[in-house]
């Protein structure tokens, strides 16, 4: 007992000259960051994948003493797969650790963006964000005419007889699209499923309206029962937990050519090597990669 006062008191004198990172009274949220298209990850240009989050969510739940995890989420969503393995891998962290999950929306939480907004206990959007579409789309391009004019045979030998279902350079077959709407109505129900259980509570709208795949201003969004308040990031951590509160960026640390060290806090360089290993491939993966996201990002005028 006498030991414990002890420490006790000597906490007590400390706590005025100790960095508030390290008084025990001072409130930590720690935020991890979930920017860009979903899946769509290469070493030039990283985006949202389950490999290159997952370490960093485990370090942000693990911050000792702290309140809440608070997500800071810039995307137009992607593979729905990747959505939701990091969708999935947020829920099991804050019931391991009893702790809450604040996401912070910033320009867009779109499609598989959303499902990662989900995760969160609350949803915070600018007043400027968009948020919504959920729904579930694929697209291509058809290039068989262009082969016929160009003098050009595609030979293509196959084992199983739906091997080639929607090969670009093929006429397109109905019942190859047929297949792909089924599989296309099988995912979208698991994502409002997946919303309504996230949100049954608050969803303030018919099922057709919310799954549409529409995407509204914030405002309206709330309106709707998909978020949950108009904020930013610092206002409302401050409201809630006070102007004291901490909010250490536990994030991937950006390395040569934008390659990732999972899991760092804070900011910092990596001197890689293999400086030319790769440079041309990776430039070329970085170019589709980039103009698949570009698309993704203008459908929200972004």
């Given at each position: 007992m006498a030991n414990s006062s002890f420490l006790a008191?000597?906490?007590?004198?400390?706590?005025?000259?100790?960095?508030?990172?390290?008084?025990?009274?001072?409130?930590?949220?720690?935020?991890?960051?979930?920017?860009?298209?979903?899946?769509?990850?290469?070493?030039?240009r990283p985006g949202i994948t389950f490999a290159n989050t997952a370490k960093a969510l485990e370090r942000a739940f693990a911050v000792k003493g702290a309140r809440a995890v608070a997500l800071v989420i810039n995307s137009p969503g992607g593979a729905p797969a990747q959505s939701h393995l990091v969708y999935k891998r947020i829920r099991a962290l804050a019931e391991e650790k009893k702790l809450p999950v604040i996401a912070f929306v910033e320009d867009v939480a779109a499609s598989g963006g959303y499902m990662l907004a989900c995760a969160a206990d609350e949803i915070v959007a600018d007043v400027f964000s968009i948020v919504g579409s959920i729904g579930v789309v694929s697209a291509g391009f058809?290039?068989?005419?262009?082969?016929?004019?160009?003098?050009?045979?595609?030979?293509v030998y196959t084992a199983g007889e739906?091997?080639?279902?929607?090969?670009?350079?093929?006429?397109?077959?109905?019942e190859d699209v047929e297949r792909l709407k089924a599989l296309q109505q099988e995912i979208h129900a698991a994502f409002a499923s997946l919303v309504k259980e996230r949100r049954g509570d608050v969803l303030d709208a018919d099922e057709t309206t919310l799954f549409s795949?529409?995407?509204?201003?914030?405002?309206?969004?709330?309106?709707?029962?998909?978020?949950?308040?108009?904020?930013?990031?610092?206002?409302?951590?401050?409201?809630?937990?006070?102007?004291k509160v901490?909010?250490?960026?536990?994030?991937?640390?950006?390395?040569?050519?934008?390659?990732?060290?999972?899991?760092?806090?804070?900011?910092?360089?990596?001197?890689?090597a293999g400086l030319g290993s790769g440079i041309g491939a990776g430039a070329a993966e970085t170019l589709i990669s980039a103009a698949e996201e570009r698309a993704l990002w203008s459908r929200f005028g972004l």
């Open positions: 008191g000597l906490r007590r004198r400390l706590d005025p000259v100790l960095p508030a990172a390290l008084r025990g009274d001072t409130p930590v949220v720690p935020v991890v960051r979930l920017v860009g298209a979903i899946g769509m990850s290469t070493p030039f058809g290039f068989p005419r262009a082969l016929e004019k160009l003098g050009i045979d595609r030979r739906r091997k080639v279902m929607l090969d670009p350079f093929q006429p397109e077959k109905p795949g529409e995407f509204w201003s914030a405002p309206q969004a709330q309106g709707l029962g998909l978020v949950d308040s108009i904020g930013d990031l610092r206002s409302f951590l401050r409201a809630r937990y006070g102007d901490l909010t250490p960026l536990i994030e991937t640390r950006p390395g040569l050519f934008g390659r990732r060290s999972p899991g760092v806090m804070g900011i910092g360089g990596d001197a890689g």
